[in-house]
């Protein structure tokens, strides 16, 4: 086991820089949200998922129209 030390203090080091790394993205998102800078939309000229689809697209519904009870006009 002794052998062993050099890679078992690499994954720890590794450990640390990943989650250091990834609580930086975590405040810095937390600081953009509290600022009203983040409003979980999608930017302008975004194509919304349900016109993106290729059934909604080809004028086929699907389970989505089904559920709904929308009727496809073709």
């Given at each position: 086991?002794?052998?062993?030390?050099?890679?078992?203090?690499?994954?720890?080091?590794?450990?640390?820089?990943?989650?250091?790394?990834?609580?930086?993205?975590?405040?810095?998102?937390?600081?953009?949200?509290?600022?009203?800078?983040?409003?979980?939309?999608?930017?302008?000229?975004?194509?919304?998922?349900?016109?993106?689809?290729?059934?909604?697209s080809e004028g086929r519904g699907g389970k989505a129209a089904a559920r709904t009870g929308k009727?496809?006009?073709?």
């Amino acid at each position: 086991m002794p052998d062993n030390w050099g890679f078992v203090a690499a994954a720890y080091g590794l450990a640390v820089l990943v989650l250091g790394g990834y609580w930086r993205f975590l405040r810095r998102r937390e600081r953009l949200l509290s600022e009203g800078a983040i409003h979980g939309r999608a930017p302008r000229g975004a194509t919304a998922p349900s016109e993106a689809s290729p059934r909604n697209s080809e004028g086929r519904g699907g389970k989505a129209a089904a559920r709904t009870g929308k009727a496809v006009v073709r």
